[in-house]
């Protein structure tokens, strides 16, 4: 089955967490612009992006007999997405946002078929206590912050700072294992 199943990201923590499922895969260029719409939800938006991002590999690819996963994951604090950091400013102000914070990781994943479309959103809620300037400092100059929704990984350096998560790691980290798993029985990948 390998040959049918395709992961339109490149970010290598879905690509690990997908290696975690045991799963053989592909990986398919899908970049599609990440811009809410006016009045979007957090919720919306997660899940549209990573719609369009499956859509998009799955219309790159030869034959319609496999499947795509596009997935989204934002962090969301106060009802307003803090995104990838554009500068070290912006990352900065980011973490000392969530500092001492509860905030929710929405992450969405989307499984496209022959052209039918299965999705989910995870909500998960992560705690921070409250963090140092100068180990904020210390972290936006490590670079770590830089590709990360919310300037932080859940895997990474930030970890030390988070006190609770409720909910799924797999989906902070990028990818709900669960969801995913749920989608692609839907989907009937595991009868082939």
Known sequence: MA???????SSPRRQELLQQMGLTFQLVQAPVEEVALPNESPFSFVRRIAIEKALDGFNKIEGKDCWVIGGD??????????????????????LRKL?????????????????????????????????????????????????KA??????????????????????????PIFELNQLLLQANFYQE
Do not use: C
């Open 3 to 9: 040959e049918k199943l395709y992961l339109a990201s």
């Open 73 to 94: 994951t934002a962090v969301v604090l106060n009802n307003k997405v803090l995104g990838k950091p554009r500068h070290t400013t912006d990352a900065t102000t980011m």
């Open 99 to 147: 500092s001492g914070t509860t905030h929710e990781v929405l992450s969405a994943v989307a499984v496209v078929y022959d052209g039918e479309v299965f999705s989910a959103v995870n909500q998960t809620r992560v705690e921070f206590t409250e963090i140092p300037t100068e180990e904020i400092e210390r972290m936006v100059a490590s670079g770590e912050p830089m590709d």
């Open 150 to 175: 919310g300037a932080y990984a859940i895997q990474g350096q930030a970890a030390k700072w988070i006190s609770r998560i409720d909910g799924s790691y797999s989906a902070v980290m990028g990818l």
